[in-house]
Nanobody
Framework: QVQLVESGGGSVQAGGSLRLSCTAP????????MGWFRQAPGEDRVYVAA????????YYAPSVKGRFTISRDNAKNTIYLQMNSLEPEDTAVYYC????????????????WGQGTQVTVSS
C-alpha cells in the first residue's frame, strides 16, 4: 500500500499563496492518477483537484478553479497543489490520495490517504 506524506501547509492571510506537496517514500507515484482533497472542521471531505498519471489532464472543483493549480514531477515523485488568492473558506486539512486503479482517468476511487496538512487562511 502506498503511504503518502503531505507538507507545505501553514497560516496565511486572505489573498496569499501556499504550495502543498505530496510524496510517497518507498513507492513510485508515476503510475497513479492523484487527487487533492480537503476537510474543514465539522464538514465532509471534499474533492479539490486531480491530475492524470501522465499529467496531460487535470480536474478542479468549481470553488478552486482559476486559483489552484495541480501539477506533478514524476522524476521527484511529488505532486503539488499551488494555491493562490486564498480565501478564509479554503481553511481546511488538505489530503492527497491515489486513484486505486493504475493508469486510470478519470479517477473514481481514491485511497491511501496521507495524514493531511493544515491550511489556515485569515481574513
Amino acid at each position: 500500500q502506498v503511504q503518502l506524506v503531505e507538507s507545505g501547509g501553514g497560516s496565511v492571510q486572505a489573498g496569499g499563496s501556499l504550495r502543498l506537496s505530496c510524496t510517497a517514500p518507498g513507492s513510485s507515484l508515476s503510475r497513479y492518477t492523484m487527487g487533492w482533497f480537503r476537510q474543514a472542521p465539522g464538514e465532509d471531505r471534499v474533492y479539490v483537484a486531480a491530475i492524470k498519471w501522465n499529467a496531460d489532464s487535470t480536474y478542479y472543483a468549481p470553488s478552486v478553479k482559476g486559483r489552484f493549480t495541480i501539477s506533478r514531477d514524476n522524476a521527484k515523485n511529488t505532486i503539488y497543489l499551488q494555491m493562490n488568492s486564498l480565501e478564509p473558506e479554503d481553511t481546511a486539512v488538505y489530503y492527497c490520495a491515489v486513484d486505486l486503479r493504475l493508469f486510470n482517468w478519470p479517477p473514481r476511487d481514491f485511497g491511501s490517504w496521507g495524514q493531511g496538512t493544515q491550511v489556515t487562511v485569515s481574513s
